[in-house]
Each structure stands twice: as C-alpha cells, then as structure tokens.
C-alpha cells in the first residue's frame, strides 16, 4: 500500500471482484456460499476478501445478491421452470423471500419478469407473415 491506497491496478481489482462472483455463482448451486467458503477458495481471510471488495465498492452481501439476480433473470427467462424452483435455485427457501428480493433487485416480480420477456421475444420476431396470395 503506498499512501493508503492499495497497490492494485484497476483493472486487477476488476478481475478479483469477478473472481469472488464465480465462486459464489459455482457455491450458490450446492449450499449457502458464506463468506469463509469463498475467501477460502481465494486463498484469504475473510476480512482481506471484504476489505479487497471494499476498495472498489463493493460488499459481500452485495456480490451475493448480485449473483443471486443474474441466476434468478436468467433462470426466468426459461418460462419452464416454477417460481419456487427458480427461489431454491438461487438459495431461498421460500418463493415469498425470493420474490420480495427480485422485487428489489429489479422493480419487477419474477412473474411480471417472465411476462416482459415474453412480450419482448414476441416483439422482436415482428408480426406474423401475411399468406401470400399468387395472382390469377
């Protein structure tokens, strides 16, 4: 550290912050990614990892919900999995919980979610093809 700062380069704290999301990402399938699983796989303690995550910005439960969101956006974007599925997925025992925290993740329900994709494929395939018709 030179005046406080840390001696990283930007782009190297950019690279450890993405670091830190495919661990939780590869852990949010199996258990509960806590904080001493991760900064375990790093090879850190706990207090660098959130003191490195705290250099740009950045907390531990903020990178988990993080993850957490793009799991759940791109889970729901398959309208065939339920809800409730999608919830356990991403480490929520209750689809109520989950769908308070996807309301504040995004300002949609995972319901309204769906229906916007939806619409929004629709949209961008345009409008049925009119039959053509072969003059007489």
């Keep these: 550290m030179v005046d406080g700062r840390s001696s990283q380069t930007p782009s190297c704290r950019g690279e450890f912050s993405r670091d830190v999301r495919q661990i939780v990402s590869r852990l949010l399938t199996r258990r509960h990614p806590n904080i001493q699983l991760v900064s375990g796989a790093l090879g ?5 990892l959130q003191r490195r995550l705290g250099d740009v910005g950045l907390t531990y439960v903020s990178v988990v919900a993080q993850v957490r969101a793009d ?15 999608v919830a356990r997925a991403v480490g929520y025992s209750h689809a109520g919980h989950f769908t308070r925290a996807f309301l504040r993740w995004t300002g949609l329900t995972p319901r309204e979610f769906r229906r916007l994709q939806r619409k929004m494929a629709r949209d961008l395939s345009g409008p049925p093809a009119a039959p053509s018709r072969t003059a007489r």
């Design 44 to 48: 850190i303690s706990a207090r660098t």
């Design 71 to 85: 799991m759940a956006r791109q889970m729901l974007a398959d309208p065939a999995p339920k809800i409730g599925d």
